[in-house]
């Protein structure tokens, strides 16, 4: 799928100890936040470039309650209606609602009025206890991130699920993650797909100092795609982990690639540099010795690539085209867009 990670502030209080992305909301050098025109611009060359959904992502930023979200999801789905936005997770929720005042229940059925389609799953990482605790002391516990998760699968908002690997968790901290993630799914059936990404070192308290190996993170992959039977696909993170490990990746279990993402800052900041466009995405999965798909949010299939002499020619549409972490971004009003089919 084709899709844009648009990041509206780094502004944060919760300090995670692996982000490059954030800053604190002291720091106003370094600190800022998008304003709804530039959001909106964002928006329209998503669609321009054949994108069909973006994830809302950004810092907890201590003024931005539901009200923010309302008056920001309210007008995408105002100005692009045709845009699915799977944005935020349990920990955003946490947030809003409390610098709002409400419980989680109504921040979700607030948001999801507003434009809310699903969830992405953000803030995860890991949800036992000491691993959280060392990367991310500042947020919610792994307990309360699934009981938000849990309250908006009961009201009908669907969404994914995460794993940071490469903290310093060990392995059957990992193994704990999938199995509280599994024992929720078994009560809602609402997380669609499973995604663990790796890492990244640089720009971070953490420094590098741990990291997982291609070779952990295909057995994930693998134990994932066996030990979560209830949840239906499982997504290899090419951006984190690279093209070849993605490709790799589905040969051990994995039946989705992800997006070519036309926007994203957040790992980027961090050091994943990784690029890839349509065409190369389509190459990859051939290879692969699978058929390439683009799909929905939903995961409905749009458009099947059976055939490579019928492979879509938009050699401008690449991952990172609005990007300002990654050299060759652009985020520009005078970014040139293509048409697509």
Request: aromatic content about 6%.
């Amino acid at each position: 799928m084709r899709c844009a990670n648009i990041n509206y502030t780094n502004v944060c209080v919760t300090a995670c100890k692996f982000c490059a992305f954030y800053a604190a909301p002291k720091d106003a050098k370094k600190g800022w936040s998008r304003d709804l025109d530039d959001i909106l611009r964002r928006c329209a060359e998503t669609v321009e470039l054949g994108g069909t959904q973006i994830m809302f992502q950004g810092g907890h930023h201590p003024e931005y309650g539901v009200e923010y979200y309302e008056e920001h999801f309210s007008a995408i789905k105002a100005a692009f209606p045709q845009l699915v936005i799977h944005s935020l997770g349990a920990s955003e929720v946490e947030h809003m609602a409390k610098i709002s005042g409400v419980s989680a229940e109504e921040a979700i059925r607030r948001i999801h009025a507003a434009g809310l389609d699903s969830f992405a799953g953000a803030g995860a990482e890991l949800l036992p206890e000491r691993p959280r605790k060392a990367i991310a002391p500042l947020k919610e516990s792994g307990e309360r991130w699934l009981e938000i998760m849990e309250i908006a699968h009961r009201l009908g908002v669907e969404s994914t699920s995460t794993m940071l690997m490469g903290t310093g968790e060990t392995n059957a901290e990992r193994i704990e993650h999938i199995a509280m993630i599994r024992d929720t799914q078994d009560r809602t059936g609402g997380f669609r797909a499973f995604i663990p990404y790796t890492y990244q070192p640089e720009n971070n308290h953490l420094k590098g100092r741990t990291q997982a190996t291609i070779f952990e993170y295909l057995r994930m992959i693998a134990v994932a795609r066996l030990f979560l039977d209830n949840i239906a696909h499982i997504q290899g993170s090419w951006l984190t982990v690279g093209k070849e490990a993605g490709q790799l990746s589905l040969h051990f279990g994995a039946d989705d690639l992800g997006s070519i993402m036309l926007e994203e800052n957040v790992v980027s900041s961090a050091g994943a540099k990784h690029r890839s466009n349509r065409q190369e995405i389509i190459d990859l999965i051939r290879k692969a010795g699978r058929t390439p798909a683009q799909r929905a949010t939903t995961y409905e299939h749009l458009l099947v690539h059976e055939d490579p002499a019928n492979d879509p020619a938009d050699e401008r549409v690449v991952s990172h085209i609005s990007s300002t972490a990654i050299e060759g971004g652009t985020a520009h009003p005078e970014l040139k867009l293509i048409a697509t089919n």
